[in-house]
């Protein structure tokens, strides 16, 4: 048998193709282990524990997955946090693309390393703060910041049982504001500081200078003004030194989360704020302007005032002038209404009283009593002008009040008509007409209540024919009593409706009937004191109805 020996090319294509297949296996190989180990990992239940408990891990070297939960204190950089439980304190590597939220309480899952400090720290034997390199993480809610421990800056950087329980801790320090710049990168590299943008406020605390930072945005200047003397509180971050020569001019920085973090204990002088001294300047220009205009316009603010205050003199006189003639008008038709209305009873009782003193013989017994009946008509009529004249004064005086009492509304009425029809001489039919919801006693004033009836019937009566009804209805209401008087008389012209309330006045169509015009003041002002209503509906020549709305409450009993 022959055996033919492939050439170098049919080798060559052969062998090719397997190296490349076993290279791509070894990469594959490489590339996947960290990936099958980790998913094998995660096939197993990866443990709860607490910062403290990481701690000891790392101390041990143990650097495998775990999960812990715990509060946002501070995020220093896009991806980069301190976190803090009730155990201790560390800090976290995430994705720098998700931002988690100061005071956030997060869950997370992750790898603890072991945090290599910057060379000042490691020749000084000063530690570091444990990194945690977190995989996963779980929002879990609001978190709490713990109290704040006070910043002590005499062992900084200098004992390391001082510098271990400041760094990464959430502490409080008290100091003067002294400037204010914006974060300059650190020694990670421009690339990192370009992404992190941080406000400082140069702290004076007690000599020594410290460095509190803030998320940009917060309008710090205006906040803690120059000299102002505040209240920090955040995370203690060592500056970054990177030899002991400049241990003494170290810095110390307090991250600060947000403004409810601060207090302003006290403000520096208004004046010495740089803000308010551009602001002075320019109120001190316009006090200037403000002062020259004040003085011209004072000036003219005079001459104008002057001017009205002769106008208003010269309006109030007109005033009082007008007062003046308003109240001889009134004067005057007060004289000539009681001459004429107290002349004619006067007159009569005059003629009566002759005629029986002379021919008191002569007389028959019919004559006699006509005569003593006109004496008696017109001394009733000349009181009753007399009392409704005392009676407007009395009240022009205050010496008539709301005095209410419980009253029997039926009972009171049926007395009034009667009163009314004796004193009319029946002239005219006078109808009372009582609600069946008007029953019992109610709280009212009798002698203003007889004041407003008695002038309203008696007004009715007046301006009626003879024998024409004149009516008056009572019924409750809602929270009060109504009493309406209704004739069918001569009515109410429209010029005068609206005077028909004015002392003294009297309507254009009244003709010979005699009157004084106080009636209906009279009843209006008892009204006004019983804290009631009057109203009235009118036709000329065909009647009137005046409306009286009295507010009322059950008595007590």
């Known amino acids: 048998m022959i055996h033919l020996r492939p050439s170098f090319a049919q080798r060559a294509s052969v062998v090719r193709p397997v190296r490349f297949v076993c290279a791509a296996v070894v990469v594959v190989a490489l590339i996947g282990s960290p990936w099958f180990l980790l998913q094998g990992q995660d096939m197993t239940t990866v443990p709860e524990v607490t910062l403290a408990e990481m701690h000891a891990r790392i101390a041990k070297g143990d650097q495998s997955r775990v999960t812990t939960t715990c509060t946002v204190l501070f995020c220093s950089a896009p991806g980069s946090y301190y976190l803090r439980d009730d155990t201790g304190k560390i800090r ?16 997370f899952t992750g790898i603890p390393l072991t945090y290599q400090p910057v060379p000042l720290f490691r020749t000084q034997g000063l530690p570091g703060i444990p990194w945690f390199n977190v995989t996963s993480m779980e929002k879990a809610g609001n978190g709490r910041y713990p109290e704040p421990v006070p910043l002590r800056l005499e062992g900084l950087y200098k004992d390391r049982a001082e510098h271990a329980k400041h760094d990464g801790e959430y ?27 941080l406000d400082i406020v140069d702290v004076d605390v007690q000599g020594k200078n410290v460095e509190v930072m803030f998320h940009p945005g917060l309008n710090i200047q205006d906040a803690f003004p120059i000299g102002t003397v505040a209240k920090f509180a955040g995370v203690c971050r060592m500056g970054q030194m990177s030899s002991a020569a400049m241990v003494e001019r170290a810095s110390v920085h307090v991250l600060v989360p947000g403004m ?13 704020i740089p803000k308010n001294q551009q602001n002075l300047k320019l109120a001190g220009m316009a006090f200037l302007l403000c002062l020259t205009g004040g003085a011209s316009g004072w000036w003219l603010h005079r001459r104008r005032m002057n001017a009205v205050l002769v106008e208003k003199s010269r309006a109030e006189l007109q005033r009082a002038l007008e007062r003046e003639q308003e109240l001889n008008k009134l004067k005057t038709r007060f004289v000539s209404i009681v001459s004429h209305e107290f002349r004619t009873p006067l007159g009569i ?26 004496i008696t008509e017109n001394v009733k009529r000349t009181a009753r002008m007399m009392e409704d004249a005392l009676a407007l004064s009395r009240m022009d005086s205050g010496g008539i009040t709301f005095n209410p009492a419980p009253l029997e509304v039926r009972a009171f009425c049926e007395r009034l008509c009667d009163e009314m029809r004796s004193a009319t001489a029946r002239k005219n039919p006078i109808e009372l007409e009582v609600a069946l919801n008007v029953s019992g006693a109610v709280l009212l004033d009798e002698a203003l209540l007889r004041h407003m009836l008695t002038n309203l019937l008696s007004n009715a009566v007046k301006y009626s024919e003879e024998g024409t009804p004149v009516q008056l209805r009572v019924q409750r209401i809602e929270n009060g009593i109504r009493f309406e008087v209704e004739d069918h008389g001569i009515g109410i012209p429209e010029s005068d409706r609206d005077r028909l309330f004015e002392a003294f ?49 059950n008595p007590t009993t």
């Open 92 to 107: 976290a590597g995430y994705d720098a693309n998700v931002r988690l939220k100061e005071g956030e309480r997060v869950r």
């Open 171 to 197: 502490v409080h320090v008290t100091g003067r504001v002294m400037g204010y710049r914006e974060f300059a990168g650190t020694a990670s590299g421009p690339a990192w500081a370009e992404r992190v943008k």
């Open 260 to 272: 409810e973090h601060t207090q302003v204990l006290s403000l520096p002088p208004f004046w010495t």
């Open 349 to 374: 009782i005059g003629s009566s009283a002759e005629i029986l003193e002379h021919y008191e013989g002569k007389l028959t017994p019919e004559q006699r009593k006509e005569h003593l009946h006109a």
């Open 505 to 553: 006045h009297r309507a254009e169509n009244v003709g010979h009937v005699h009157g004084t015009g106080l009636g209906l003041v009279i009843a209006k002002r008892c009204c006004d004191l019983h804290g009631g209503r009057i109203s009235f509906q009118t036709i000329e020549g065909q009647g009137t109805t005046f409306t009286i709305t009295l507010p009322q409450a």
